[in-house]
């Protein structure tokens, strides 16, 4: 049930993001599918079930908006193991299983994930693809307060909303 | 990491790897653009962006209603503001001629309005909004800002004064035929405006002289009083029956009062 509940948040972001942000409000590029999967990632951690579901949504992602075969996934799994390193290295624990809820520090982890699957993804399609999506577009973004006020809410919110199902998670999980 | 996490890890970002490689090298970078249910997208698109356009248009209204609100409240107090600017404009041509008259006449000037104007069967009488506190006194004269006979105060009390019109029949004033030697008496004869008596038949005045007082009584002299609209001479009477249109029109609210 509840990971039907993250199936159908997908859908809702996929539709979010690539018809009604775009139609309603104007805003092309929000990013909001890659928040949702690193928020994932921050929210329940990497376990097998999470990286199942992560790399079927980030394929279905980037075959929805027709970017390069695997530069989404493998970005994405870049942001994994990024966690990985993390949780090993790092006092750092997925939101869902923190003994203290800490929605500002998983945000901020968030964000640097986020960051790594931006790079990983235009570094991708620049070398591998000779696509013209430059790192300067990575850093021209994070230079725009609106834009980043932005992605952190919706990392906040992401984080909030898949954290609230953490007690029948652990049922499934 | 737990439940073969590490393992899945490896072996997903593997396959990935080798699926890019594959792509990149053998289909020579096909590209994921499968545009799926693109026409049902399209037109969710379509409905969507009509939505937008519709609360743009809402929000239009409701720009172009606030500023009609706006713009009717501006027209509103630019009207006020010219309504404020015509009363300066008129009270300062108003001064500039007592300034003039005051000079000529080389007597102290006060200036009023008329705001209230009794047209009655038994007296002509006005009210002006100056009185003693202004320095008004009774007996002064008061005059139109052209330098045109109104009449006389009568009483004052402390805020406004009462005048005795030139039309009315306790108003008297010495006066000329201006450029003529004619001169006389004129006083007031309600709606006949005023009489000039003691006229001689021998004495030549027509209508049309402009008659001006002379400054033989307590009034200034070189006020203009009126103009003679009807003659009637008589060889078997002694004075002739000389008829004045008062010069001053009642309408114009601003006068002037000359200290004496």
Redesign the interface.
């Known amino acids: 049930m509840n990971r039907v509940f993250i199936v159908m948040l997908f859908a809702v972001t996929v539709t979010l993001e690539?018809?009604?942000m775009?139609?309603?409000?104007?805003i092309r590029e929000n990013f909001l599918t890659v928040i949702f999967l690193v928020a994932l990632i921050v929210t329940y951690?990497?376990?097998?079930?999470?990286?199942?579901y992560g790399?079927v949504m980030a394929f279905i992602a980037?075959?929805?908006q027709?970017?390069?075969?695997?530069?989404l996934?493998?970005a994405w799994?870049l942001a994994?193991?990024a966690w990985?390193v993390m949780?090993e290295f790092l006092s750092i624990q997925p939101f869902r299983e923190s003994p203290r809820t800490n929605i500002i520090g998983h945000t901020i982890a968030g964000l640097v994930l986020f960051s790594i699957v931006g790079s990983g993804f235009i570094g991708?399609e620049y070398l591998?693809?000779?696509r013209m999506i430059t790192p300067a577009v990575l850093v021209s973004i994070s230079r725009m307060p609106r834009i980043a006020l932005f992605i952190a809410a919706a990392f906040a919110a992401y984080i909030m909303l898949l954290g609230s199902r953490r007690r029948q998670l652990f049922r499934y999980g | 990491m737990k439940n073969g996490g590490t393992k899945l890890l490896v072996t997903v970002t593997i396959v990935a790897a080798l699926l890019i490689f594959f792509n990149v090298v053998v289909l020579k970078r096909v590209r994921m653009a499968y545009a799926p249910a693109s026409g049902e997208r399209a037109s969710l698109f379509n409905i969507a962006g009509q939505v937008h356009e519709f609360f743009g248009y809402v929000a239009m209204w409701h720009d172009l209603a606030q500023k009609n609100k706006d713009l009717t409240s501006a027209l509103q107090q630019n009207l006020v503001d010219k309504a404020a600017l015509e009363s300066l404009k008129t009270e300062n041509e108003s001064l500039r001629k007592a300034l003039g008259l005051s000079s000529t006449m080389n007597r102290e000037i006060i200036a009023a309005g008329i705001f209230n104007l009794d047209l009655a069967p038994d007296g002509y009488s006005a009210l002006i909004n100056k009185g003693s506190k202004d320095g008004v006194v009774a007996g002064d004269v008061v005059v139109s800002p052209d330098g045109v006979l109104v009449g006389r105060i009568a009483a004052v009390s402390d805020g406004s004064s009462h005048i005795t019109l030139s039309a009315d029949p306790s108003f008297k004033i010495t006066v000329s035929v201006l450029g003529g030697s004619v001169s006389g008496i004129a006083h007031g004869a309600l709606s006949d405006g005023m009489t000039l008596d003691l006229i001689v038949q021998a004495d030549d005045i027509k209508e049309g002289d402009v008659l001006v007082s002379t400054g033989d009584d307590m009034s200034p002299a070189g006020l203009v009083v009126g103009t003679v609209s009807n003659v009637q001479a008589s060889d078997t009477q002694l004075f002739k029956k000389v008829k004045v249109r008062p010069a001053f029109d009642p309408k114009n609210g601003r006068v002037l009062v000359v200290k004496q």
């Not at chain 1, 951690?45 to 199942?52: D, I, K, N, Q, S």
Request: charged share 5%; aromatic share 24%; no cysteine.
């Open positions: 690539g018809i009604i775009p139609a309603l409000f104007g951690g990497t376990p097998a079930w999470v990286l199942g790399t980037e075959w929805f027709g970017f390069y075969p695997g530069s996934v493998m799994l994994a193991w990985y949780t991708i591998l693809y000779d």
